[in-house]
């Protein structure tokens, strides 16, 4: 082998072996979400959905954008849990300014391996409140309490937050600004925005489930990981106020059904709004007096059509849907209660439906038919021939029909069908 043909040898494996080198392992992806709103089932698998998948994806951090104004305690136990045991760096970021990480969102913020808040925004006002609303008494309220408190703490411990502020925010419903949070060490510093952010978390050094870590920010590329149609979905019906025009309009397609049997699309609209209302209520505190109420109020809208109650049913019906819509939901907490502005026009636009669909029905009903013997009552036609005996014929819609008479009626005199008896016309002179 010549020397000239070596070269070429040995540069040709080179470009190989440099073409088939893997990529280079320092470009880093950092996977951040965002999430806002009240802390739920929706909002639990979320997050801990994505952590699996940075996991996997080996992330250098997983940053959560927080604005909450909390939520149930189950989602965010579950959240927690999987912040403390993840191998990915978190990062709590409650942002944008104007947000706050309140109740179960200090729980969140706290089990984060890094902290961060924007400017202008506040956490805190962590007391425990039973979802609907009913007082406990003294001895259980201390449990419930206490169980939070220290748990907070032990999740300040771990964290080396300050666990003496934590505590004070479960016991005493305290709320502090940014500044103060940080005055505090309660979160780690304050980041104007998503690149201050990840330039802040440059080189830092936490403790994940497989042990210290640095996390190397800078220039890594930011994956955001949106919900999913499916998760969007369930996280807006999960609202209280979409849950309730759920199940009015699951109620409105049910009594089209059962008013207009064999319409089918109403009642198929109806059925599958009601099973996603349905959904919503296992996470939120359903009054079912409140619940009754409504049902009974359709019913009363029902039995309007059946019974001749001159208005007293509808006025009975307008009363309980507008009461049980007022009593669904009993929470101490804003965000769990239904809003007037949604149920004063949700009353009146099911009341004003329903009467509508009730005044065209009876309308319908008494229109004259036109079709079938029943059309011919009272029309006018001439008699075929003279009466005998009470009976003759009379000509009407191009037929001849045997008719009875209790006058006397002769030939082309007009005569007027008062009643039909099978194939016999029952007549009256005009």
């Not at 040898?9 to 190989?16: G, P, R, T, Y």
């Not at 505090?184 to 802040?200: D, G, H």
């Not at 936490?206 to 640095?214: A, D, F, K, W, Y």
């Not at 307008?318 to 907490?333: A, D, E, H, Q």
Request: aromatic residues 8%.
């Amino acid at each position: 082998m010549t020397n000239r043909t070596l070269r070429r040898f040995l540069f040709s494996f080179l470009v190989l072996l440099i073409l088939s080198a893997p990529a280079d392992s320092s470009a880093k992806e950092v996977f951040f979400v965002e999430v806002s709103g009240i802390v739920n089932p929706v909002m639990a698998e979320y997050i801990t959905g994505s952590l699996v998948k940075a996991a996997n994806e080996k992330a250098e951090a997983f940053i959560i954008e927080l604005d909450t104004p909390g939520g149930l305690d189950s989602s965010m136990r579950d959240i927690v849990k999987a912040i403390l045991s993840s191998e990915v760096p978190v990062v709590v970021y409650v942002a944008p300014s104007g947000a706050r990480a309140a109740s179960a969102g200090v729980f969140i913020t706290y089990a984060a391996n890094v902290a961060a808040m924007a400017p202008g925004t506040n956490i805190g006002s962590a007391h425990p409140v039973t979802m609907f609303g009913e007082k406990m008494d003294s001895t259980l309220e201390k449990k419930v309490e206490n169980d939070a408190a220290a748990y907070i703490m032990s999740i300040a411990e771990k964290r080396n937050r300050n666990s003496a502020w934590a505590e004070k925010a479960v016991r005493e419903s305290a709320n502090i600004t940014a500044d103060v949070a940080l005055k505090l060490k309660v979160i780690n510093f304050i980041a104007e925005n998503r690149n201050e952010l990840l330039s802040r978390l440059d080189g830092m050094k936490v403790e994940t489930l497989t042990g210290p870590r640095v996390m190397m920010t800078k220039g890594a590329a930011v994956k955001e990981v949106g919900m999913s149609v499916r998760y969007r979905i369930l996280d807006i019906i999960s609202n209280p106020n979409v849950a309730y025009i759920l199940m009015m309009i699951g109620l409105i397609g049910l009594y089209f059904e059962l008013s207009n049997p064999g319409a089918v699309l109403p009642g198929v609209i109806g059925a599958v709004a009601l099973v996603l209302a349905f959904y919503a209520f296992q996470t939120l505190p359903i009054n079912y007096a409140g619940l009754i109420l409504i049902g009974l109020g359709i019913v009363l809208f029902i039995l309007e059509i059946k019974v001749a109650s001159y208005g007293l049913l509808t006025v009975g019906g307008i009363v309980s849907l507008l009461l049980g819509s007022l009593m669904l939901f009993r929470s101490p907490l804003p965000f769990m209660r239904l809003s007037i502005w949604v149920i004063l026009p949700t009353v009146v636009f099911v009341t004003a439906f329903i009467l509508g669909t009730m005044y065209y029905a009876l309308r319908i009903h008494r229109r004259r038919p036109v079709s079938g013997a029943e059309e011919l009552v009272g029309r006018e036609c001439a008699a075929a021939n003279d009466f005998e005996g009470g009976q003759g014929k009379v000509f009407i819609e191009g037929e001849y029909w045997n008719a009875s008479c209790d006058e006397p009626v002769k030939k082309n005199e007009t005569v007027r069908v008062v009643e039909v008896k099978g194939l016999l016309l029952k007549v009256e002179k005009k």
